[in-house]
């Protein structure tokens, strides 16, 4: 007798114990589908930041990506003036005329340079501007959703 009751008694604690954790499993998941529908909320405003977001930076490089190769073309094309202008200038017999060219041609690829590096500058400002607004157009959108 007290073999099988030492091998029912765990087989009777489990049944006498069943619904303890059936209720609480059940608790459980109606807490975690209660928490998962507020989280899908937020995760959803998250979403719509982080897409938002990703539209201004994808703005933001597609225009300084430009910019840059803007600046580099117009780099190059100075660069071949200045090269030929500088091999016109040593071509000069005349000493005085040739260091005249030679630093005129400096200095028109020094001025030029100056122009075009101020534009990327300015662009490159600009652009980061627009990112800045852009975000908190963002941030602002999202706001309005919480308040509605």
Request: proline share 1%; charged share 30%; with cysteine.
């Amino acid at each position: 007798m007290k073999k099988s009751l030492y091998y029912f008694s765990p087989l009777l604690l489990s049944f006498l114990l069943a619904p303890i954790f059936v209720s609480a499993d059940e608790v459980s998941e109606s807490s975690a589908t209660s928490s998962s529908a507020t989280s899908t909320i937020a995760l959803t405003k998250s979403q719509a930041f982080t897409a938002c977001s990703q539209n201004a930076i994808e703005q933001r490089d597609t225009k300084l990506a430009q910019a840059r190769s803007s600046y580099n073309n117009t780099m190059n094309s100075l660069l071949v003036e200045r090269k030929e202008a500088e091999k016109e200038a040593v071509a000069i017999e005349d000493e005085k005329e040739r260091r005249e060219a030679i630093k005129e041609s400096v200095d028109s690829y020094k001025a030029q340079v100056k122009v075009i590096q101020h534009t990327l500058t300015q662009s490159r400002k600009t652009s980061l501007q627009k990112i800045e607004r852009e975000t908190k157009k963002c941030r602002d959108n999202i706001e309005k959703k919480d308040d509605d």
